[in-house]
């Protein structure tokens, strides 16, 4: 009888351990902060939209960011050198297959992108131009900050590693995967989940906006920055509007003022040129030379 007890006794110490080994493994015994599932979850979004305010704000006042100047633009825009790479791939596979129409719209559409590879080059110039000079002088004041992907933002986030500088990319998850350029700070390297987060950290430190050529993204962030410097929702700050042929032909400001959707003084709230050196001069102008605290 006592080694039957015995029996029974191991027996239910195995059945007990178990039951706390399933306890131990079940998803509601996670800690909340451990629980990806829990975390997703519809009730949380409030709670995710904090966290994605605070992670990048901590890590840029730990950095000592004290104000930024922004950079937007098309992420299909190419350099020169790749361009060239990318005509020499696309003639082999033309050889091959010279009436292939894809290949033939692929051509197309690189020819086209030559007339706006010297924006990469002036991206990059202004970039280096700006770092330079105040993380030279040990401050960090005008710090570029890009959406982190390539084309106009790559060139950007090189022109202020080119001088050994700092700069901010602010990632988005996209259905189609956007990888982080090389060339951001990997300290200042942030993802975002929410558009909104990221719009709000763009903008709660620029000092400057430069809006290169590009599609929807670039016309959403430059409109949402005039229209809040417009209705005076944030205090105003030099816009420089980078390349006179394509703005021309991309937004007739002149016929909104004309047909008065808006007054002929927001013509005033930008600039517009081709040179990163006039784009320096014209943010150097409007701080007389000193950033704002």
């Keep these: 009888m006592k080694t039957a007890q015995f029996h029974t006794a191991s027996t239910n110490a195995d059945i007990l351990a178990n039951r706390v080994k399933t306890l131990v493994e079940s998803p509601a015994y996670r800690p909340a902060t451990d629980d990806p599932e829990f975390l997703e979850t519809n009730d949380l979004r409030a709670v995710r939209l904090q966290l994605e305010y605070i992670k990048p704000e901590l890590s840029m006042r730990q950095q000592g960011i004290r104000s930024t100047i922004i950079v937007f633009g098309s992420a299909r825009l190419l350099s020169a050198e790749q361009l060239e790479t990318q005509f020499a791939e696309l003639n082999e596979q033309l050889a091959l297959s010279p009436e292939d129409e894809d290949l033939l719209a692929r051509q197309k559409t690189l020819k086209t992108r030559q007339k706006y590879a010297k924006y990469y080059d002036e991206a990059r110039k202004f970039s280096a131009i700006v770092s330079k000079r105040f993380q030279d002088e040990h401050r960090c004041d005008f710090v570029v900050i890009t959406g982190g992907g390539p084309g106009i933002m790559e060139a950007a986030n090189?022109?202020?590693?080119?001088?050994?500088?700092?700069?901010?990319?602010?990632?988005?998850?996209?259905?189609?995967?956007?990888?982080?350029?090389?060339?951001?700070?990997?300290?200042l390297c942030f993802q975002f989940r929410y558009f909104a987060l990221r719009k709000l950290h763009f903008l709660m430190r620029a000092k400057a906006l430069?809006?290169?050529?590009?599609?929807?993204?670039?016309?959403?962030?430059?409109?949402?920055?005039?229209?809040?410097?417009?209705?005076?929702?944030?205090?105003?700050?030099?816009?420089?509007?980078?390349?006179?042929?394509?703005?021309?032909?991309?937004v007739n400001f002149e016929f909104l003022a004309e047909e008065g959707f808006i007054g002929d003084a927001?013509?005033?709230?930008?600039?517009?040129?081709?040179?990163?050196?006039?784009?320096?001069?014209?943010?150097?102008?409007?701080?007389?030379g000193v950033p704002p605290e």
């Design 158 to 187: 090189r022109g202020a590693d080119d001088v050994n500088a700092r700069s901010i990319g602010l990632n988005i998850d996209l259905p189609k995967e956007q990888q982080p350029n090389p060339f951001i700070s990997p300290e």
């Design 210 to 250: 430069l809006a290169f050529p590009g599609g929807f993204g670039t016309f959403d962030e430059l409109f949402e920055v005039l229209t809040l410097v417009q209705t005076k929702k944030v205090a105003p700050l030099p816009i420089v509007l980078m390349g006179k042929d394509y703005w021309a032909k991309a």
């Design 266 to 288: 927001d013509l005033s709230l930008f600039k517009i040129t081709d040179s990163a050196d006039e784009a320096v001069q014209f943010i150097n102008d409007f701080y007389h």
